[in-house]
């Protein structure tokens, strides 16, 4: 024959507020006290207390007008009702862990010269700081993954400057901020020269190479061009990874700005 605590474990149609009532009431003994602990009035707790009596078909409580006890099934299910309590609270904050983690995901998007930039550093580095947030990198054409960031398939984008679209819904920050230099054959017909202008070149097919392998470029004459790369993202998104994110690449912008000066001094 089973128990009073085994029929109330496999009752499917309790409420699981009516089993926070019942501990609470069981812990005060007071009606009063267990209302205002569960913010509710008397009479609500009385109504669902009777209704989970006539549930069980036992009484769990003693009461007259100057206490209120346990009876016996009461005591019998009383460590059971708070098992099932805390195997709630378990549930929950499960379900708030895999929420988190599949909040937990950063979706970066980049074009392919940023992988003689800084950019990849700042991927690494972040890694080791936030190995609880998974990077989830694309490869593609500026434009493109500014569209990626409109439509919500990428939470942050690597893009040169200046685009070739408004930005006014998207939040801008730039990264990188260089003057491009040339090199040049040993045998072409500029190579002789210290200072070159831009028109001198305007027939010319360019090839940008990583600046580790071209350190000493000749300088452009006038206005030369800057190799410019701003981080942007949708103004909207409150994502800490991405604010966590945005501070490693702050990180290495000012590091990046301050290297020249150190090597000078």
């Not at 069981?26 to 205002?36: D, S, V």
């Not at 709630?88 to 980049?110: E, F």
Request: proline share 5%; hydrophobic share 45%.
């Amino acid at each position: 024959m089973a128990t009073v605590a085994e029929d109330f474990r496999h009752r499917h149609n309790i409420e699981l507020r009516q089993i926070r009532y019942f501990v609470t009431l069981a812990q005060e003994l007071n009606f009063r006290r267990a209302a205002e602990r569960l913010f509710i009035t008397q009479p609500s707790l009385s109504r669902q207390i009777a209704l989970l009596e006539t549930t069980l078909g036992v009484r769990l409580f003693h009461r007259d007008r100057r206490r209120v006890s346990l009876t016996q099934a009461g005591m019998e299910i009383l460590d059971d009702a708070q098992h099932m309590l805390a195997e709630s609270q378990a549930i929950v904050m499960k379900a708030h862990r895999i929420a988190l983690a599949d909040s937990a995901i950063l979706r970066v998007g980049y074009p392919e010269f940023a992988n003689r930039t800084i950019i990849p550093d700042i991927f690494s580095v972040f890694r080791s700081r936030h190995p609880e947030v998974k990077l989830q990198l694309s490869e593609g054409y500026s434009r493109a993954l500014l569209g990626d960031l409109r439509h919500g398939r990428l939470d942050v984008a690597f893009v040169m400057m200046p685009p070739a679209e408004d930005l006014g819904d998207l939040q801008v920050e730039g990264m990188i901020d260089e003057k491009s230099g040339l090199l040049l054959a040993a045998n072409h017909r500029l190579a002789a020269r210290s200072e070159i202008p831009l028109e001198a070149i305007a027939r010319e097919q360019l090839l940008l190479v990583d600046r580790s392998v071209n350190p000493a470029a000749r300088r452009i004459y006038g206005a030369s061009p800057h190799f410019q790369v701003a981080a942007v993202w949708p103004r909207s998104n409150p994502s800490p990874s991405l604010r966590q994110f945005l501070c490693v690449a702050r990180e290495f912008r000012q590091a990046h700005r301050e290297t020249p000066r150190r090597q000078a001094s």
